[in-house]
């Protein structure tokens, strides 16, 4: 393999090597740096749960990953609207899908962003949290000046909900008070845009009812404005079944956003989404380690919380991702199977900090030069990766049958 390069590769899923399973991978390329995995029937079967259960349409968002066969998957799955949170992102899926709805859902933008998104890019709704960054969209899309240009923009403001029902937050940084999101609905109507509501639950929502909370505030700011609702994107926020965790089936959220929005009695033509990543996301890529060194019941093995697992230095964070071993026996890769023991794992930078928080679980006879495949980590995996210490994984491939 060629050695780490920070430049990612322009790549399609149709061109990427494929290989019946992640041992035969292995024997092909006894891969020195890490390889990412991708299961399609994982994104195929993602997808699909969505399309037959969610009450509205779904949207992907693209900071879970932005790889180009993973957005490849997702949309040749029927993912067709994506949640873009950077101009950059907005690039990315205009390019690649000419024909995709996009909407840019980060509440506060770098300056210009929305302007450029609007004009070059198409994109027409955007979310938000305050006056001042309403005063932004209208004045670079032009609409504070044409109602023609408004009459085009659907505009979310972003509630904040409650952030008890995921091991994730994301309440603490954006989100509109009751009160202030009325008042915000007000503006927008006022300007000529479409008002629409939106909230992120927190990532990997343990409890479908936090949805309902969510949408009960919804009704409450719907009220206080008087406004007629055009949009309302439930956001993010529905689980991966990793291990060591308990989630209801997706179906219990779909029912629980259904009764939800039955209750808000939206005006006829309301149009609902949702844009999960970790769900679409999760369960479709393996990131394939090799350990450098065994020290006892510690291992140094060629990826990270600088590189792609990023999400074992999250805090309180009890998920665990299945793990399987690969050793070479006799000139064939077998995967090893042994008792369990914990390990402590260090990354391949020289920075202490360079650890995974968790100890892993791994068969005991692990060796230095065997294989550790790190399932179910298609979600803020690749898209977290950095350079740092010049390592930088970005090899993909298939696993076909
Ligand atoms: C605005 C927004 N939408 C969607 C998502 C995706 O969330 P999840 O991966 O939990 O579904 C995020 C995650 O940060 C987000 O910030």
Redesign the pocket.
Known sequence: MSATTHAETKRNAASLAHYPSVAAVIDKLRPTLPVYALFPPAFRSAVQTFIDGFPGETMF?V??NHADPVLDHLHGAGIKHF?V?SLAEVRLIRERFADAKLSF???VRIRGAAGEAFRTFAVRNF?LDSEDELAVILSETGANNDRSIAAQLTLYV?LHVPADG?L?E?SSK?GASITQAAELLRLIAASGAKPGL?F?V????LHPRSYQAALKRCGDAIKQSGVTLAALDV????PGYYLNVTVPPLEEYFAAIKDGVAALKLPEGCAIYC???????ADGLSVITQVLLRRDHTIYINDGIYGSLNEYALQNWPVRYPLRVYAESNGRIIEKKSRIASFKAFGPTCDTLDVLHYLIELPDNVAAGDWIEFQQLG??SCALRTGFNGFYPDTFVEIRA
């Open positions: 968002a900071k879970a949640d949170a859902m980060a509440p979310a972003r995921a994730l994301l954006f939106t992120h927190g990532s990997q929502c956001g993010g926020g529905f844009e999960p990543g970790r769900a679409l996301a979600a803020y």
